[in-house]
């Protein structure tokens, strides 16, 4: 079948929730992608910050063969020790307490606000049970975490949603911090630490991130830092709230950590953890050993690797490439850290995209003239410096 043929089948039995692009793909290995018709691509979207450790990466493949033959999937009624393991290797690494695993940054967020709910109301303050979010962010498409979602694109075919959520601005941080300080029974702060998909990659001050722990800390207010996209080494650090100095009481995780295996993790401190009781949350499917055994093979490379390095280096020359473009009038701004970036192109995302698309450079679109830029960590400074160099002729 050729590529509109898919196209044409996918329209007829697919429930039509997704703006695709025009390709079907076939293969891929490293940072290249290939479609059924052998054109080869140049990925710079990473799965949306996905295949940190690109295209059948053959540690993962020979992780998945081996575990595969071993033991795919386990009840959580039973102990494995893929997921113990996994488990202590993230408290190790972040210095939070307990882990909790499920299958999707939305699951580990749905789980962040239901934990918050039950640490205040076990404490005896049932009323504390308003979560306060940004204006602009994306949290998921869950219920829950669509409440917490400041967007109303996603949420107005679907109301009433969960009640007890208030928005604060991102573009008036100073609002947000007075909502804060004022707004009664707030049992969280949820936030991206890099916030992505509203503003097209938004870098949060420092000064502010501190604030707003302090304030936290002040008032018995919980802070949920949701790191989907930006943990996992995606910003320089391993996680990206590093960047700010401080410990979130929650973190949620998924994309990198299981390089194109569905997973999904919530964190927290051990005084937070230990007011979810049995009971209260679980999962089918969430930590099985074929998916813990491709997080902990993830975690190994990273640092064997020393990917984190790696990729603050290339964070480096992307801002000093994009500075170029921004002096030579090709871009109007561009915000970001290590292999997570949004530029603001001068012309239509759309005709950049598909200029982009010819010369064998895959990126994305953010709204109308913004493009997000999340390449596989791995990629080499020859193979980066060759998509920047294909992304600049497509902004001309």
């Keep these: 079948m050729k590529t509109d043929e898919w196209i044409e089948l996918e329209h007829k039995v697919h429930l039509q929730t997704y703006k695709r692009y025009p390709v079907v793909l076939a293969s891929g290995e490293g940072v290249y992608l290939k479609d059924i018709e052998d054109r080869k691509f140049l990925d710079f979207i990473g799965g949306i910050s996905v295949c940190s450790l690109g295209h059948s ?10 575990q595969a033959h071993t ?4 009840s959580n009624l039973f102990y494995h020790p ?3 393991l996994l488990a202590k290797k993230l408290v190790d690494i972040s210095g939070l307490g307990k882990v909790f695993f499920c299958n999707s940054g939305a699951e580990a967020n749905e789980g ?14 049932p009323d504390k049970n308003k979560f306060l979010a940004f204006e602009g962010s ?5 219920f829950g975490a669509l409440s917490v979602t400041g967007q109303s694109k996603y949420q107005e075919a679907f109301k ?14 100073d609002k947000f911090l007075d909502i804060l300080e004022n707004e009664k029974n707030l049992a969280a702060v949820i936030m991206e630490t890099m916030p992505v998909e509203g503003m097209g990659v938004f870098v949060l001050p420092k000064k502010f991130v501190k604030r707003v722990r302090e304030i936290c800390d002040q008032n018995d207010i919980l802070l949920i830092l949701d790191e989907v996209q930006a943990g996992i080494a995606r910003t320089g650090k391993m996680f990206c709230y590093e960047h700010y100095e401080i410990t979130p009481d929650i973190l949620t995780l998924a994309k ?14 051990d005084s937070v953890a230990s007011y979810m009781k049995y009971g209260q949350h679980a999962t089918t499917f969430g930590g099985s050993p074929l998916i813990c055994s491709v997080g902990l093979k993830v975690l190994e490379i990273i640092e064997r690797e020393r ?20 002096n030579k009038g090709l871009i109007k701004d561009y915000r970001g850290m290590g292999l997570l970036w949004g530029i603001d192109s001068v012309k239509k995302t759309e005709d950049v995209f598909e200029r982009a698309f010819e010369l064998g450079l895959l990126v994305n679109m953010l709204g109308s003239n913004t493009l997000r830029i999340a390449p596989p960590l791995i990629i080499s400074n020859e193979e980066f410096e060759k998509g920047l160099n294909i992304l600049e002729e497509a902004l001309k």
């Design 112 to 125: 962040a606000l239901k934990l918050a709910r039950a640490y205040h109301f076990s404490r005896g303050n």
């Design 138 to 142: 994306f949290h998921g498409r869950t």
């Design 71 to 74: 033991l795919i999937h386990a």
């Design 82 to 84: 893929k997921q113990i």
């Design 256 to 269: 990198g950590l299981g390089t194109g295996v569905p997973i999904g993790a919530l964190l927290a401190k």
């Design 160 to 173: 009433p949603l969960v009640p007890g959520v208030v928005f604060g601005p991102m573009n008036d941080l």
């Design 57 to 66: 990466h053959p540690e993962i493949v020979e992780t998945l063969h081996k």
């Design 307 to 326: 990917i984190v390095e790696h990729v603050a280096r290339l964070g480096k020359l992307a801002d000093e490439t994009f500075d170029k473009w921004l």
